[in-house]
Structure formats: structure tokens, C-alpha cells
């Protein structure tokens, strides 16, 4: 699921190709994509996209006369920007928007379609989507405090749920925890002061610095459905099981839990403990959904 970076980033790829630009057209090639009924999709033709917001992992545009499209991406909804005669995109095409600079492709890859698109009028409709989670970078260390502390999770858990945080998924979760030198299965009520504060520094620090180099990435090119990923090489930890930890050269693990994969360093995060599959299956499957989808379903969010 793109998480924070990517959908800012995504963002600001789209500010210079389209807004302050009409839609053209609108061409929806699977009818499940729209979860909205009132008003009609088709409301949103000739109107200008004045801005752009990111709430948790969705993208909204703002459009003109107080409308609001909003997109869930969930784990594979990705867009493509291609020149204004584009042709449909096979079998992965949800939606096509054609501007007078260009056309914004929507695909979904896989065979679980949980994108989604809604089309809402004023900012009370709005509001009923955000799913409440605290902006990190936002936020000073007691208000973090109190929103890690607040229910006694994992910090895996503590970090993807977008109750508590905005934005964070399973990738950036592995990443943040790594930098921060903290288990992922750590309670979060068990922090020390020290603990709580490195996390804090480390969360904002992982999430701008990814968030600026996507960004500028996405400026230059805007990005082919392959470059957003959770798998990046650039990582630290994240989806680079037994590869050497690039800080002490320890082979990183995993604990795998149904959909989830948590990667971590032995040496800099678990003191030196292998943190055993099996076992730590069973304690995440008592505190952790079996995949971050079911999570934000489990909220009614981006259903």
C-alpha cells in the first residue's frame, strides 16, 4: 500500500501536469471503483481542480464549486500520466481523466479490487473520510507521547494503525523502527522516555527524508506503476531478509504473519535476539489484523 511519501510525493507529481486545469472527460472502466452515488461522478466534468490534500493515504482533489474526489489506493491502485489520446490500460484500468495537458490513468493491479473513488460535495462529506491518525511531523514529542501510549500494541501495531498515525504502513513502520533502534514488537507501554523520544525523532526524520526524495523524483518523471513500491533499494530493513544490515552488517530477519512481513536488524533493534517465526506469529495475530487492509476496514475506513 503506497504510504505517506509516496502519496505526497504522488501529489506533488500531479500539481504541474493538471491543477488549475478542466476535466475533460471521465471514463470509469470498472463500476465498483466509485463508492459514491451522491452527486453523480459526472458532476465533476468542465470543473477545475483548484488543490490538492492527502488525508492518511488517500488523495483528494479539490475541485471547483466545493467538490471533493477523493482516492483510496489501497495496496495496488497506482496512476499513469500519459499524453490526451492514451488508449485504455488493459485489464488494470479503473478510470481514465483526460485534462487538456494530458490523461491520468487509474489502474489496480492484482486480483483483490479494493480501490476506490468517491465523489463528495462540502467539507462535512469530507471529514467523514479522514481517519484521524496524527500527522508525525505535525505533532510535538507529548502529543506523540500520548498518542503511543494511549493503547498498550506492538509498536508495529501502534505505528500502521490509522487511528493513531497517518499515513504509516507496513514498509515505513520497519523503516522508522530500525532507525529508531526499537523492537517491532516492543509494547508501546513499556517505552521509556528515551524510547518515545528517539521514536518520535526517528519517525519524522524517515518519513521527510523519503517524503523529499520521492517528491523530487516524482517532479522530474512522474512514475511508472513499478516505482512505487514497498520495496525499495534503499531501504534499510524492509523486504531485505538476510540481506546485512547496513549499519552493523547483521543479516535482517522477519516475522511473517499472513499478508505481513516485519523485517528487522537482530543487533541494532532485538539485542542480539532472534526474534522466533512461529511464536511471534501468534502474538501479532492477538494484536495485529492479518493485513493493514483489514485494519482500515475494520474502521470502515476507505471501504
Known sequence: MPELPDIAAYIEAMKPRFQGE???????????????FDPPIDTALGKRIIGFRRLGKRIVWELEDDLFMVFHLMIAGRFQWKDRSA?????IGLAQFVFPTGTLVFTEAGTKKRASLYLLKGEPSLEAHIPGGLEVSECDLETFRERVIKENHTLKRTLTDPKLFSGIGNAFSDEILHHARLSPIKLSQKLTDDEIERLHRSAIEVLESWTTTLTERYRRKFPGPGEVTA??????????????????????QRIRHADNETNYCPTCQTDGKLLADRAMSRLL?????RSLDELEERYGIGS
Open 22 to 36: 478542466p476535466i475533460e472527460s471521465i471514463r470509469v472502466l470498472k463500476p465498483f471503483l466509485v463508492r459514491s
Open 285 to 289: 495475530k492477538k494484536d495485529w489484523p
Open 231 to 252: 520495496f525499495r533499494p534503499e531501504f534499510a530493513v524492509h523486504g531485505k531478509y538476510e540481506e546485512p544490515c547496513p549499519d552493523c552488517g547483521t543479516p535482517v
Open 87 to 91: 488508449k485504455q490500460v488493459g485489464k
